[in-house]
């Protein structure tokens, strides 16, 4: 049935940030542009924001901050509560 195959393949999104780090490694090795790698490091902020992990995502904010203007990751620290 469709709920069976809808619980064999959900993941916990706890589990995403994980998976994501481990494809990050290899971003340099698969190459793409920046703006694919921001949007790459958008979605594991805010799969650190859906797991409820805010310094997780702080880090990969601060991280990205380091290679582009800071001004496009405000919206993402408006998004987590204070250190």
Not at 29 to 50: C, E, I, K
Not at 53 to 72: C, F, G, K, N, P
């Amino acid at each position: 049935s469709s709920t069976t195959q809808h619980r064999r393949f959900a993941t916990p999104v706890q589990s995403f940030p994980s998976i994501l780090e481990r494809a990050q490694m290899d971003l340099a090795r698969l190459g793409g542009s920046n703006a694919q790698r921001d949007v790459f490091l958008d979605t594991l902020a805010y799969a650190h924001l859906q797991a409820g992990d805010d310094d997780a995502a702080r880090s990969t904010t601060a991280t990205r901050a380091e290679s582009r203007a800071q001004h496009l990751d405000e919206g993402w620290l408006g998004r987590l509560s204070p250190a």
